[in-house]
DNA sequence: AGCACGCCGACT
DNA sequence: GTCGGCGTGCTC
């Protein structure tokens, strides 16, 4: 038998099957083994991606050297979907199935130089043990391994490791009956208070046993005490395997309400229940304002599939996968659940993965990279706040968690269900054309009424203190309510590091005259830019519109609140969250139980508080500018601008204290702030398709972009125009080819960026040649240019 | 990717 | 002569 790999080199080259032999010894491997195989002169690790008996290679086939787990890490869905998404968004196959696994299972690989000839075995160099060749840097040191290697005097061993650790843990069972243990404790000296303390719970609690290490803590012994129990035979020590769990500190609630869903709900369940029963692979959008019950929804669904003897998947944004959230699912769920987000541990990860690989797990929840989950029978997909762009990987491999969702659910036979109270448009005019089901949430389900938003016009407005950042309405505001002991969360939106330009008389952006985009102020190039069609102009001295001069670059920062705050309202504890102080482990979970237990009066974060926190005694939520989201240069600037306004709102006024949202902005007649007033997702809708429809943006368009780095400015705009040459030789209209320009941020880690937009319909000719491009991006690395490919960016940097 | 082979210039 | 620089080609 000959197994078809796929080995651990991410180069073009290797981005194909290689054939070994099955030897006898390892007949048990499966499409879906981890496999050691040797490669040239190296060993390394690979996925076996299929089995055949005959193989095309006309030389020796090699044997594969080990099967590395008992149990397949990969299921043969997993193995075909990565050649599907491989070829979709030019990634090589290798690095997908990497991604579908926990990290630790990532190879290491380790050059061990071994002695050969006796006489070399107590060389300074070795001291009778082989020496890692990977921490040898000593410029003599290499000269003289390589002359032992040349005189055959040693050799290389090529070694591939495995990082995953199970971790173990002792466990102590029991040696002898019951009446043995009631003897012996009388006949232990007095002065032995903890091997008495041992014995009695041994006597009193004989069924629980046998203990692990973690569970004796609780009787304070140390570990002598076990050692000499062990000694004197009572108890025996064990090494036996444990998973971390990660959802330890939740308790299953006991008596978990029965909770009755309201008509809309029951419609939109029913609907769901109906595709399951039905093995339909059909996708429902769920929409439905903040407070309409959507997640009862996504439970109910669950519980649906699990009585149908199917399993679940459920996605939610990383930012909103808070205790919360967890707490909510376990709590139904109980032991079923497993979560696999990135504040756990690599450890965790490993542990909470394996669970679900050996069906463990019959429900898992968890952020982007969990629709790999390798969760067998599955019966529903969800993908929570679906509009999210995190659920896009930013770098490669450049999935979008709901592109493999949808592979999914096809392959499973399944719904799946995309929830959203602001869906994305792409989803929503899916909805419209009938692709998708849309289901309505049409009413709170606590049957509170929305918040009240006010926006501050911040053109009018007096600002408190001496900065423009903070108004007198809002500081007010804030002094009022925690005055009343209520709490207050402050959004600066987005952090802002694109600067632009805008007039403090007129509230005038300056724009570009082909884009209708904002241009973006570029420090070191002293000038204007648009980053969608490179039109540049001089940085104005005088408002175009209104010849103030009162013009301002702006940005500004979460830190800067923090103190304009202290000075205005000394009284008031502020805790600010955003990723400076949320990075360390736990941070997150701590700022929020904090502000949960009113040990401070604010919470001023970026977006990440925007979204699915409930603090029943926050009663003001007061966004500092809402502009500045509007300012990103990305087409679909105003959509993220809604969404996060409308979400912010909906912090407000959870329970039976009224809400009131504060919005300052700029641009009070802007579609985006104006519409998120009334959260009026389906008016905004139709404004915002009208936009995109006259710009030619998705969802009119596909979109796909090219981005060009290299150290050399010029190196890079070469190539990229190279690129574009040959887009236009083969590409023909309605395709639209944009660029390229200079990215932003012209600079990143000293890299210069040019980008090609490329807008289509319909262009069989692009999946080729940006593969042969992907092919070239390879040769050219080697001259210090980076070319990436992004199919449907979120982001336009 | 990483490793070997191979072909040229500059040293003990 | 030989060491080592990097260009080229291969890995089942």
Same mark, same amino acid.
């Given at each position: ?26 007949? &048990? ?14 060993? !390394? ?11 095309? =290679? ?31 968004? %030019? ?6 199935? #990497? ?40 410029? &003599? ?43 012996? !404790? ?15 719970? +041994? ?30 035979? *009572? ?65 109910? @669904? ?50 909470? *993965? ?17 629709? =790999?989950?390798?969760?067998?029978? +599955? ?27 949808? *592979? ?89 590091? @694109? ?8 509230? %005038? ?146 329970? #039976? ?32 398709? #009208? ?25 890079? @705009? ?80």
């Amino acid at each position: 038998m000959i197994a078809q790999v796929i080995v651990d080199v991410a180069a073009k080259q290797t981005d194909r099957i290689f054939e070994y032999h099955i030897p006898q010894a390892l007949d &048990d491997v499966e499409v879906g083994s981890r496999v050691v195989v040797p490669f040239g002169r190296r060993k !390394v690790q690979g996925f076996v991606v299929g089995l055949s008996e005959k193989s095309s =290679f006309k030389g020796k086939l090699k044997d594969l050297l080990l099967v590395i787990d008992e149990m397949p890490p990969l299921t043969p869905e997993l193995v075909e979907l990565s050649k599907t998404l491989s070829d979709q968004i %030019f990634a090589y196959r290798i690095t997908l199935l #990497q991604t579908m696994l926990p990290r630790v299972m990532r190879a290491n690989y380790r050059k061990i130089l071994t002695p050969i000839d006796e006489k070399v075995k107590n060389l300074p160099l070795f001291q009778g043990e082989p020496v890692d060749l990977n921490s040898v840097s000593d410029l &003599d040191k290499i000269v003289l391994i390589k002359k032992l290697l040349k005189q055959n005097q040693a050799k290389i061993e090529y070694l591939v490791e495995n990082k995953a650790k199970k971790k173990v843990e002792a466990q102590y069972n029991l040696t002898q009956k019951l009446a043995f243990y009631q003897e012996i !404790v009388k006949k232990v000296p007095t002065n032995a208070k903890k091997q008495v303390a041992l014995l009695n719970d +041994i006597i009193e609690n004989f069924d629980q046993y046998p203990k692990k290490s973690t569970d004796l803590k609780k009787l304070e012994l140390s570990t002598s005490v076990l050692k000499t129990a062990t000694q004197k035979g *009572w108890l025996e020590k064990q090494e036996v395997e444990t998973y971390r769990d990660p959802l330890k500190d939740f308790e299953p609630e006991k008596n978990a309400r029965k909770i009755t869903l309201n008509e809309d709900q029951q419609h939109a369940l029913d609907k769901i229940a109906g595709s399951i029963k039905n093995k339909q692979a059909k996708t429902y959008l769920l929409e439905g304002i903040t407070g309409s019950g959507k997640t009862e929804v996504y439970l109910h @669904a669950i519980q649906e599939t699990l009585n149908d003897g199917r399993n679940a998947l459920m996605l939610v944004p990383e930012i909103s996968l808070t205790p919360q959230m967890v707490r909510q699912v376990k709590q139904r769920f109980g032991s079923s659940v497993a979560v696999l987000h990135s504040a756990l541990s690599e450890g965790e990860r490993y542990d909470e *993965w394996r669970r679900i690989r050996r069906g463990q797990a019959r429900v898992v929840v968890g952020a982007r990279s969990a629709i =790999f989950a390798p969760l067998k029978n +599955i019966g529903l997909v969800v993908i929570d706040e679906e509009h999210e762009s995190s659920y896009k990987q930013e770098d490669t491999p450049r999935y979008h968690a709901r592109n493999v969702a949808l *592979w999914r659910s096809k392959f499973h036979n399944c719904p799946l269900v995309l929830g959203s109270a602001t869906p994305s448009l792409s989803s929503r005019a899916r909805a419209q054309k009938g692709v998708y089901e849309l289901l309505f949430l049409k009413h709170r389900a606590n049957k509170k009424s929305l918040p009240e938003v006010e926006i501050v016009d911040l053109k009018k407005i007096q600002f408190a203190g001496g900065q423009f950042d903070l108004s007198v309405n809002l500081v007010e505001a804030i002094q009022e309510k925690i005055a009343r002991h209520e709490q207050v969360i402050l959004m600066l939106n987005r952090r802002g590091f @694109a600067a632009f330009m805008l007039c403090r008389a007129c509230g %005038f952006v300056l724009k570009c005259p082909n884009c209708d985009i904002s241009l973006t102020y570029h420090k070191d190039t002293k000038d204007m830019q648009c980053h969608y069609c490179g039109h540049k102009e001089p940085i104005p001295k005088r408002c175009p519109n209104c010849q103030s001069q009162e013009i301002r670059f702006l940005g500004t920062g979460t830190q800067k609140i923090q103190e304009e705050l202290n000075e205005l309202i000394p009284q008031a504890k502020i805790l600010r969250m955003d990723v400076d102080t949320t990075r360390r482990k736990g941070s997150y979970k701590r700022i929020l139980d904090s502000f949960g237990n009113h040990e401070a009066d604010i919470l001023l974060g970026t977006q990440m508080i925007a979204k699915g926190l409930d603090f029943p005694n926050v009663t003001l939520v007061g966004v500092i500018n809402a502009d500045t989201g509007l300012q990103m240069p990305d087409y679909n600037a105003a959509e993220k601008t809604f969404d996060l306004l409308t979400q912010v709102s909906g912090r407000a006024g959870r329970a #039976q204290k009224t809400g009131h949202v504060m919005i300052q902005t700029y641009n009070p007649e802007h579609y985006a702030i104006e519409l998120a007033k009334t959260q009026n997702y389906e008016a905004f809708y139709r404004k915002e398709m #009208q936009v995109r429809h006259e710009g030619n943006y998705p969802p009119f368009f596909f979109t796909t972009l090219i981005s060009v780095a290299s150290k050399n400015e010029q190196t890079a @705009a070469k190539f990229a125009f190279a690129v574009k040459r040959q887009l236009m030789a083969k590409l023909h209209a309605p395709t639209i080819i944009l660029g390229p320009t200079p990215s932003s941020i012209a600079k990143i880690k000293n890299q210069y960026f040019y980008q090609i937009l490329v807008k289509y319909k319909h262009e069989p000719n692009l999946n080729p040649i940006l593969h042969q491009l992907q092919d070239k991006a390879q040769e050219v690395q080697k001259t210090g240019l980076n070319v990436y490919i992004d199919n449907e960016p979120e982001r336009i940097i």
